[in-house]
């Protein structure tokens, strides 16, 4: 097929799955696939029918499971999530919420007895955000707590079943810098102007913030009307932008709520700089915490003993891991625990005994369960024991996933493998050894269970720039066959402090289905390798990281079954960084799909929704400043070297790599006289995720741009 002419541009206005039978018709992949040779395989078209379990929460007594089950619709082209249960070991499996609607963040009373979450169920009209409802597991009935302009978040029982606390964002006036005269009778003026005086004032995936701060309320669990007990300008249990993202903690006599904040002065210009604050019922606040760095994750023990959080001595670095602390009650006598470990952790639960402490890190891309056991004397309170590993279940091969912890340490949690997408798996949490896990539901048997699914193997191999040792994965096209010369995708993670890892990835599937050997590495700066090797790239990004991905490639040809005139290149984020700045470096590549990048860190500085994250931790001055070091770490100081056909794609509504980035960059290519073109997805975020319909273009558009370049293809 004869390719676009240099500098297309591809915005998607249609209807957006009349795009999948219009505008995609012109990139639908051209090659003998699996499909096409009688397989019956994953693509992208499958998206609609995949479900993905979450949040599965243990019932007091133990003997049930309530879990969240996300999937789409392809009529409306919406994402919902419903809530079920089950028996502990898998049985009796059936819904307690149906319907086209957003179930969440399912918490059981602490007698059993209730269960509170999340709905927008019940909303006068279409939009209406998602508020607290609570059911009576023996009766069915379910009643709705709040009715909230700015709907609630997080909500947690208290100790006694009586009280629920919760965050919620509260509006505030803003500047008024202007006095505005009253329209006449019947005109229709424009909408008025808006003065804006925060830092952070648009925010991915919740688009243009309003003026107002979070804070904490509380509700009787029997209905009533919601009192607030945090005050001042200051944000209550969560990022700027992320309002809300902390879930107040009750101390074990049920006085107070711990939360995570930043009360700080300078808050906005030190975001990070959150402590753990406990807020008594009637609104006195106090700091438990006190460091510059980030104090957050808080867990009060059961009995009353301890709190656990998580955090670390801010030194500006770009990555720092993110450690497991312990303090008594009060705040006093924190200490590190298991600092040994080297990881980064998170998702803190302790046991009903308060004897054991849980929590979740990735090790080399697998991400698993683990606990210490704070009240032993001496180094036994630091022994790390793992549980269970393959915590997941997001659909890509990013960590994440959730776990909560029951009756004689059985641990609930989301689990995935490259061949199983998202399903629940409970394990045996008391024991000092990991056990097998026990898979409970099968909510992707009737997508999954016939189709061939690629091959997925692990690699590793030294790097050219100083031999350390990579890591990485290979997916294999269905039907795989060594002694044939398949084209090669190298797909890139972003972050760049993330990883990949040995999960379910629905869009490479849908690569190694359409005929491609698909490599996804974690270079150096990837987490769940420690702090030095993670802070390799610290201010030096992108740089030898470059070295890393082309010597992983060079290690899969060695193999022999790639074709190394059929390679291409592609990723999102700071994959698109990567992949734009290697296109830079070097024509060994046929084509490149360059998703949502930074092609110029200076504009993407003072532009994204994460100024501070860039100028002070990835930066080692404001641009301004150092406008050099900004511009030699650019993909555009190497557009001049740029021969490859290249599709450039972002979301209309991207807030962390703004539109204006990727505009800069085609407008580049063109003026470069490469072959472009761009694709802009209306509506859509960081990632390309919200909307099926757009997901599914995405991975299209990838491969169906890469086809139009593989040789030999008719």
Known sequence: MKPTPTGTVLALAVPALAVAA??????????????????????????????????????????????????????????????????????????????????????????????????????????????????????????????????PRVPSWSPDGTMIAFSAFVPAAGPQLITMPEPPAGAEWAEPARAIDELVHRFD????????????????????????????????????????????????????????????????????NTEVYEVALDGGIRALTDRNGPDGGVAASPDGRWIAYTGFDDRYQGYQVTGLWLANRDGSGARAVAAQLDRSVGGLAWSADSERLYFSYADHGNTKIAYVEPGRSGDGADEVHVVASDLGGTGSAYGGGSFSVGRGGMVAYTYSTPTVLSEIAVARGGASRQGPPRVLTAINDDVLGHKTLGEVEEIRWPSS???????????????????????????????????????????????????????????????????????????????????????????????????????????????????????????????????????????????????ITVAKYWFRAMPWEDPEHYMSRSPISLVGNVTTPTMVMTGVEDYRTPMSESDQYYQALKLQGVEAVLVKVPGEPHGIRVRPSHFMQKIMYILGWFDRYRPGVL
């Open 22 to 151: 219009v505008a995609l018709a012109a990139f639908a992949p051209l090659s003998p696939t699996a499909a096409q040779q009688g397989m019956d395989v994953l693509t992208a078209a499958d998206v609609f029918d995949l479900e993905y379990a979450a949040d599965p929460q243990i019932s007091p007594d133990g003997d049930r499971i309530v879990f969240v089950r996300r999937w789409a619709d392809v009529n409306t082209d919406r994402r919902y999530s419903n809530l079920w249960i089950m028996d502990r070991n898998g049985g009796n499996q059936r819904p307690l919420t149906t319907g086209k609607q957003q179930d969440a963040s399912p918490r059981w009373s602490p007698d059993g007895t209730r269960l509170l979450y999340l709905s927008d169920a019940g909303g006068a009209s279409a939009g209406e955000p998602p508020q607290l409802h609570v059911r009576w597991i023996d009766s069915g009935q379910t009643t709705r707590l709040t009715d909230l302009v700015h709907g």
């Open 205 to 272: 995936g919740a688009g243009d913030l309003e003026h107002g701060y979070t804070h904490v309320f509380l509700v009787p669990a029997s209905g009533g009307t919601p009192r607030q007990i945090t005050s001042g300008d200051f944000h209550h249990g969560g990022y700027v932008g992320r309002a809300g993202s902390g879930r107040p903690v009750w101390s074990a006599d049920g006085e107070s709520v711990l939360i995570s904040a930043n009360r700080h002065p300078d808050w906005e210009l030190e975001n990070r």
């Open 465 to 611: 720039h100083d031999g350390r040792e990579m890591q990485g994965w290979i997916i294999k096209p269905p039907g795989f066959d060594p002694s044939r010369r398949y084209p090669l995708i190298l797909e890139i993670h972003g972050g760049p402090f993330a990883n990949y890892g040995d999960r379910f990835d629905v869009e490479k599937q849908a690569m190694a289905s359409a005929g491609y050997v698909v490599l996804y590495p974690n270079p150096r700066g990837s987490t769940s390798y420690g702090e030095e090797f993670g802070n390799l790239i610290h201010h030096v990004y992108p740089e030898n990281d470059y070295y890393d991905l082309d010597s992983g490639v060079d290690a899969v040809l060695e193999r022999g079954y790639v074709d190394p005139d059929r390679l291409f290149i592609t990723g999102g984020s700071g994959g698109g960084v990567l992949s734009s700045w290697t296109i830079g470096k070097t024509d060994r590549y046929k084509a490149a799909a360059v998703l949502y990048p930074v092609i110029n860190w200076y504009s993407f500085a003072v532009s994204s929704d994460i100024p």
